[in-house]
């Protein structure tokens, strides 16, 4: 039976006990899943390892407020199914809510490790809900056995998002209906980092092709058609990252 999975914000180490506090996972634990003392657990910190545990509820049995904590045995250790060694950077325009919620997730499983909501010229929707966006990464990192858990930045406006990615020696690549032809498998075995840019439901502006060109950004496109920004997300992702 697949264990359930959990990321928590702790160091694990070599430690054989550990007292969790986490509110969500005890939640999930007591609650949600209804599991018992003597189950199984699987839970990661980020590291790229994930620890078979097991649920002590003897312990907290005369401790006051022992449902905001729960006890837990390492029981073993092993690397996790897959934690991305490439810096990725997705810089997605921002859309809808419910669409931009389900672009990280897409992205938390397909190894992205930066998630930057940008402002372009043409975007709509200027605000998120940055705790949810966190969350829905965590949950999606813990699904699909990924060994660590991108970030999720606050929005920022393209040119401070391009000066960023510049300071950290990020390659430019974006994606644009009248740009070059993609170049397939140009990018899946390199270890460079990339900034993957997908603008706005109206596209980009002509300002801001000038100022990719003006960066020595690759423009390419993924054909003649006009694909709606969460599909251009997973298409273009998934070309980068598979070749």
């Not at 959990?6 to 996972?25: M, R």
């Not at 599991?35 to 545990?53: A, N, W």
């Not at 449902?67 to 690397?79: A, G, N």
Request: contains cysteine; charged residues 25%; aromatic residues 8%.
């Amino acid at each position: 039976m697949r264990l359930h999975r959990f990321y928590i914000d702790e160091d694990i180490g070599d430690k054989t006990e550990l007292t969790v506090c986490s509110a969500e996972l005890v939640n999930q634990v007591r609650r949600v899943f209804r599991l018992k003392s003597g189950d199984s657990i699987v839970v990661f910190t980020g590291t790229g390892i994930d620890y078979e545990c097991k649920i002590d509820f003897q312990k907290e049995k005369n401790t006051i407020d022992s449902d905001s904590f729960i006890h837990l045995i390492v029981l073993s250790s092993r690397p996790s199914r897959f934690t991305p060694t490439t810096h990725l950077y997705l810089c997605a325009a921002l859309v809808k809510k419910d669409i931009f919620e389900w672009i990280v997730e897409k992205s938390a499983e397909l190894g992205v490790t930066n998630v930057i909501p940008i402002v372009a010229d043409r975007t709509e929707k200027k605000s998120l809900n940055h705790d949810r966006l966190k969350k829905i990464a965590i949950e999606a990192s813990e699904q699909c056995g990924r060994g660590n858990v991108p970030t999720v930045h606050e929005p920022m406006r393209l040119p401070e998002t391009v000066a960023f990615l510049k300071r950290e020696n990020v390659s430019l690549l974006v994606f644009h209906t009248d740009g070059e032809r993609f170049p397939a498998g140009q990018f899946a075995e390199k270890n460079q980092p990339l900034g993957v840019f997908i603008g706005p439901e109206g596209g980009w502006s002509d300002a801001e092709l000038e100022m990719f060109h003006e960066e020595k950004a690759q423009v390419v496109t993924l054909g003649p058609q006009v694909l709606r920004a969460e599909t251009a997300v997973v298409a273009a992702l998934s070309m980068v990252v598979f070749g």
